[in-house]
């Protein structure tokens, strides 16, 4: 069964600092996996999909890499903003064809 | 934002009702889904439609039922509502099932009595 961990659970870090949120997965046969952004009492938002083929993904200061044969996928954020806090989850699509979430990174970015 | 209201956004029920939440889309995608959110264990996926009157359960599928008659609307049916299924229920959609992202609608309150 695909099991799916995101450490730390929790980041409090100054603006304008670089940061790395993790995210491992026990099944490396995943067709695609992703990253979401979820702010508080809203839906989650499609950050980032990276395709099994794929490495990594870029969009603005958002880097997502892949590493199928350890398990693991890291999200980069470049200079984070206050703007940036919200919760982080990393979701994988396997081969049961659906999304198994992680519980997700709370981040909180102060000036 | 990709189209999808929620209803109700909030509800309180009693222990023992029955309660629809429903989920509608603008996009006219096939695929639709129902996660709840729960502290400590993430969204997981209740039921999930791959078209009209097609569906399937997930990993939380026990106490709920689902509908698709029409592609735009989805609706989950707790039939006898417990304390245990309070929790924060989202509706998705994706143009397809494998390769494309999915888009979250905004979220149902539910709290059970």
């Known amino acids: 069964k695909q099991e799916v961990t995101q450490i730390p659970a929790a980041l409090s870090v100054p603006e304008g600092e670089n940061l790395v949120l993790n995210c491992s997965f026990t099944d490396s046969a995943i067709y695609n996996l992703q990253w979401f952004r979820q702010d508080p009492g809203k839906g989650l938002t499609s950050l980032l999909l990276i395709q099994s083929s794929q490495r990594e993904q870029t969009s603005g200061r958002l880097n997502a890499s892949l590493d199928k044969s350890s398990g693991r996928s890291t999200l980069y954020i470049a200079a984070s903003q206050p703007g940036d806090s919200a919760t982080y989850l990393c979701a994988v699509r396997g081969s049961t064809d659906k999304l198994i979430f992680g519980t997700g990174t709370r981040l909180q970015v102060f000036p | 934002d990709a189209g999808i209201t929620q209803s109700p956004r909030h509800k309180v029920t009693e222990t023992g009702t029955p309660v629809t939440l429903r989920c509608h889309q603008t996009e006219n995608h096939r695929y639709m889904y129902w996660y709840r959110q729960d502290p400590g264990h993430g969204l997981r996926l209740i039921h999930y439609?791959?078209?009209?009157?097609?569906?399937d359960k997930g990993e939380v599928s026990d106490g709920y039922s689902v509908s698709r008659s029409k592609t735009e609307d989805f609706l989950l049916t707790l039939e006898s509502a417990t304390s245990s299924q309070t929790s924060v229920y989202f509706c998705?959609?994706?143009?397809?099932?494998?390769?494309?992202?999915?888009?979250f609608g905004p979220g149902t309150r539910l709290l059970v009595l």
């Open positions: 439609s791959y078209g009209v009157k097609d569906t």
């Open positions: 998705a959609i994706s143009a397809g099932q494998a390769k494309e992202t999915q888009y």
